[in-house]
């Protein structure tokens, strides 16, 4: 029997890894993870949404979070928007779900904004 993926949740097991669904929120003042609604992980980014950058600080943010190279973190749809898929190799589900949401915060009204 498989596992199965709780209805609306944010991370779920692909091949190889995970495929977590994120909301971004650019400029921030600090970065960090606020909670979980709506079925996307909801990430505080300090670096701006142009050029690429918010991008790139959501790669480097969820590497170093995780401990594992950036190389592993792929965004693989939504780069020019706050809603993105992220692709992450190497991890399994409940590990990026206990070092990105210790306690599972997902009780947080206004995570997303």
Known sequence: MGLQQRPMDS????DGGVRVRVRVQPRSSHSGVSGEREGR?????????????????????????LGIPKRSVTIVSGERAREKTVEIGGVCAEDVRERLLPGDSRSVKDACE
């Open 11 to 14: 991370i779920e097991y692909i």
């Open 41 to 65: 992980l909801c990430i505080r980014l300090t670096a701006p949404p142009v050029d690429g950058e918010a991008n790139a600080a959501l790669i480097a943010f969820l590497a170093k979070a």
